[in-house]
């Protein structure tokens, strides 16, 4: 009798040994989310794999390892899809550049990544995208988001450990099942990312459904899970204090930053308007201005720049279509806006401001362009008013 | 360390086994014992080591005082004190930090003091401990040895979240000879029991996490939940929830029976019960049984009178949602299920009869309402959630509906119902979604659970008269094909840790 069980177990061990290890080489082999230098072809460009998207907090961390860039952009969802690597050779021919933005980068995971970038590569500059959002501090860090794969820990010490990373790219569920998916060709090229963590195009065209599906996130969880605050998650902090470890950081490695807010559409700022975060908005531009300046005159060098591009402009104004017959230009939704416009960003920051699109924020002219802004949305709700009613009885649902 | 971490499964589990065999098979009983409470103190204290001085003070004392109870002085008093004492110490650990806090809010104060962190599992070892001094003090245990004891209290598998188990069942077994030797049939069973556990662990209630941890969330947040979003959102919990605690117990019986222990019986379908009182004996029935033999029957039970008895129900219900938890949530869970039994008791008295698939559908329903205030982490999202499951938020039905309503549309969205997908507010339904769906519901409620599958090869204590079912046609058996399914189910299950997540229970 007792054969019968040895003979089990032998047949499970032996099974289960050759079913862990035909799985671990199969996913090394195919490399499903392009982290063991695996790369794809689509429109005649080399590329990262389809699935690359869905653990992109992993597949950036190891990009910016691997690709080691001397220049890095940061932030959230806008600043990963508003800019086309275009922009590389337009304006920073001589750098090699690495988006490291993906989306719902909070403030404290773009400090940690930039953290992760500065032990892992040599690092001249920094792009940072800044958004409202993200200095919400009940946000905890994304569900991606592993703090084991950085190169080094919050105070600096080295501290990286792949193990995990090492599990979910080889022995697991997730990657056997997009390993299959990118074998039979099934994967779906949904977000196409370059090897330097450019997506090839943006969102896509805007129109009031896509804004409308955009805007309810933004009301029911985005600002208001729970109350806004900056305290952070941890209540140890606040989310000015990452915002502030940033500069100290840059200054002590001898890094350039340039902080830009990002030009969301004119209706994302009567969002914040009407869930009563306006005062809120304010103070985080002042907050971010007076900590650049406290920082520079400690380390007594020039500060670094906040380029503020959330202004109503005719960019951030442009009419959003009831219908899908007349394409926006420079919007995909509130949130997002078009590689077109990122263009013109990264144009008026290289190149200087044109047109007093991202004006940079000083001290003596805060007050003035504070009141700029209040008296653009004067103007936007009078001449959209479908757009502040459509606003407004959103956040009602809420209220 | 989890038993659904790689570390455990491939690291302390191989280390332990192997050990234990080596030294058992030179006839080294003592050593081998030793060796397998140092490595349960060792997955204990891979917590926080610090706790480890707390359980071996308790075992210690105990067994002092089990000794002394046995051997020199009958005396109740000191049996009291001996209870006394382990319960203070849970009652500082475990419910001091809620008594400060509710102190605070009912007396409008402000006292604050340093966090008490709750040593792990000191629910279960306390009450392993105080059902022992009890018997003790009945007459009703042989006397042990101090290895035997302290394996009984710390044995891995069990030591965590149970099943709670009981000195009669445990230490004789501890006591036999063959225990050391290696025994195939021990082993392969064993190995089965654990990946079906692991495998509800790790595959179906994690694989159900999501949706309930975003749903929740969304309820606690203020967002109104529709009707069935509600209602989908507690069902999930319910099945995230007893996949978990059962996958849990499967695993622990499992792994206790490859060291050649036959553990308690701690699930039994329960979802499947056709009234309240079944599921008590079927849901947790290691810890229904301590609440009946230790806290329900001294209270004087059933023996003093209706009234009497249905308070006494209320109050071991109560107490043993706040044994779950120092927690006002655990409390309003505990004293619904108190008064669901209540209700259950008179309407038996009644003499009323129900159709059996209405009695089942009211009592699974009920304890799907039940859970609500289980999983809920503030009361405002517990009445949100709530207030959804009884239509109170409206209503949202699929977009294609329309088509059907022959005018009554509009009708109906001027009482609170909207087109818009029926569980918009979480996120679009995709098939995907459906079949999973579809699994858990059958897997619940249509499929023998472990104990029966594996009937034919005594999987847990009790006999098999409790748990077989005569209809049945699905068995284990030692054969080619259960092999290469529980290899398949063992990898696919080891494949979904890419993120360990924290058992459930162990907050309890």
């Known amino acids: ?399 | 360390m989890l038993f659904n971490s790689y570390i455990f499964i491939f690291v302390f589990l191989p280390i332990v086994l192997v050990g234990f065999y080596a030294i058992g098979a030179k006839s080294h009983h003592r050593i081998a014992s030793s060796w397998l409470v140092a490595a349960s103190l060792f997955f204990y204290g891979w917590w926080n080591p610090a706790y480890l001085s707390i359980i071996i003070i308790s075992m210690l004392f105990n067994y002092a005082v089990g000794t002394a109870l046995s051997e020199k002085i009958k005396s109740k008093t000191l049996l009291i004190v001996a209870i006394a004492i382990n319960l203070l110490a849970l009652v500082y650990y475990k419910y001091f930090n809620f008594f400060i806090d509710s102190l605070n809010v009912l007396a409008d104060t402000d006292i604050h003091l340093e966090k008490i962190v709750l040593p792990l599992a000191i629910s279960f070892f306390t009450f392993q401990q105080i059902a022992y001094l009890i018997d003790t003090y009945r007459g009703e245990t042989r006397e042990y040895n101090f290895l035997s004891y302290c394996l009984f209290v710390t044995f891995f598998p069990q030591l965590i979240a149970g099943p709670i188990v009981h000195h009669r069942e445990m230490l004789p077994q501890f006591a036999k000879n063959s225990l050391y030797k290696l025994n195939y049939r021990h082993l392969v069973i064993g190995l089965s029991i654990f990946t079906l556990g692991f495998f509800k662990k790790a595959v179906l209630a994690d694989g159900t996490s999501e949706y309930v941890g975003l749903s929740f969330s969304l309820a606690e947040s203020g967002v109104p939940l529709t009707f069935f979003a509600a209602w989908a959102s507690s069902l999930c919990y319910a099945f995230q929830l007893y996949f978990d605690f059962s996958g849990y117990s499967d695993m622990a019986i499992g792994l206790a029976r490859m060291f050649g222990i036959v553990l308690p019986m701690n699930f039994n379908s329960p979802y499947k019960a056709k009234n309240i009182t079944i599921f008590w004996r079927r849901w947790h029935m290691t810890l229904s049984r301590f609440l009946r033999d230790y806290l329900y029957i001294p209270l004087g039970g059933n023996r003093k009178g209706k009234v009497r008895q249905l308070i006494n129900l209320m109050l071991t219900m109560v107490l043993g949602g706040l044994w779950h938890g120092a927690g006002w949530n655990f409390a309003i869970w505990g004293g619904l299920h108190g008064s669901f039994l209540i209700i259950h008791n008179i309407w038996q008295k009644l003499g009323i009869k129900l159709p059996k698939l209405i009695s089942w559908w009211l009592t699974i329903s009920a304890v799907i309402f039940a859970w609500v205030p289980f999983r809920a982490s503030s009361l405002e999202g517990t009445l949100n959630l709530w207030q959804g499951m009884l239509g109170m938020n409206g209503f949202l039905l699929p977009k294609w509906t329309t088509h059907f309503m022959f005018g009554l549309d509009s009708w109906l969205v001027a009482h609170h119902v909207a087109f818009a997908g029926i569980l918009q507010q979480v996120g679009s339904v995709k098939l995907m979604d459906v079949l999973w769906f579809v699994l858990l519901f059958i897997l619940t409620f249509l499929m023998p659970n472990t104990q029966q599958l594996m009937q034919r090869y005594r999987p847990v204590f009790e006999s098999r008269d409790q748990y077989k079912n005569t209809r049945q046609i699905l068995y284990w058996q030692p054969t080619l094909l259960w092999s290469v399914f529980i290899a398949f189910s063992f990898v696919y299950s080891t494949l979904s840790l890419t993120r360990i997540s924290e058992f459930l229970y162990f907050q309890f």
């Open chain 1, 1 to 399: 009798m007792n054969h019968i069980f040895v003979a089990y177990s032998r047949r499970f061990f032996i099974i289960s040994t050759l079913l862990f290890g035909l799985s671990a080489v199969f996913c090394y082999v195919v490399d499903p989310f392009s982290v063991y230098g695996r790369v794809y072809f689509k429109v005649g460009k080399v590329v990262n794999s389809p699935a690359f998207s869905s653990q992109i907090q992993m597949g950036k961390a190891i990009g910016i390892k691997q690709y080691k860039p001397d220049t890095l952009i940061l932030g959230s969802s806008r600043t990963d899809s508003g800019f086309s690597a275009k922009i590389t050779q337009e304006f920073l021919p001589d750098n090699k550049v690495y988006n490291g933005a993906y989306p719902g980068m909070t403030i404290y995971e773009v400090l940690r990544y930039f953290q992760h970038a500065n032990a892992s590569t040599s690092l001249k500059q920094v792009f940072i995208g800044l958004d409202f959002f993200q200095f919400h501090g009940s946000h905890r860090p994304n569900k991606g988001f592993s703090e084991e794969r950085l190169a080094v820990d919050f105070n600096n010490t080295p501290s990286e450990n792949n193990l995990n990373d090492l599990q979910s790219t080889l022995f697991s569920g997730g990657a056997l099942f997009y390993s299959i998916k990118a074998l039979t060709g099934l994967n779906k090229w949904k977000k196409v990312y370059l090897p330097n963590g450019f997506k090839t195009k943006g969102y896509g065209e805007g129109w009031i459904d896509t804004f409308s599906n955009s805007e309810e996130k933004y009301v029911h969880r985005v600002y208001t899970t729970p109350n806004f605050t900056f305290v952070s998650f941890d209540k140890k902090f606040t989310t000015f204090d990452y915002f502030r470890k940033i500069i100290q950081l840059a200054y002590d490695q001898g890094i350039v930053v340039n902080f830009f807010i990002s030009p969301s559409h004119a209706r994302q700022w009567e969002l914040i308007k009407q869930l009563g975060l306006w005062n809120k908005w304010e103070h985080w531009k002042r907050e971010m201005l007076a900590i650049t300046e406290q920082e520079s005159r400690a380390y007594q060098k020039s500060p670094f720049l906040i380029y503020d591009f959330s202004t109503y402009n005719k960019y951030s104004t442009e009419a959003v279509p009831r219908a899908t017959d007349t394409p926006m230009t420079w919007y995909a939704d509130s949130s997002h806006y078009s590689q077109a416009l990122g263009d013109i960003i990264f144009n008026n920051m290289i190149n200087g401001v044109e047109n007093n699109f991202g004006q940079i924020l000083k001290t003596e002219t805060v007050g003035a362009h504070i009141k700029a802004i209040r008296q653009g949305r004067e103007q936007y709700i009078l001449e959209h008013p479908q757009d502040a009613a459509d606003i407004k009885s959103l956040v009602a649902t809420r209220l």
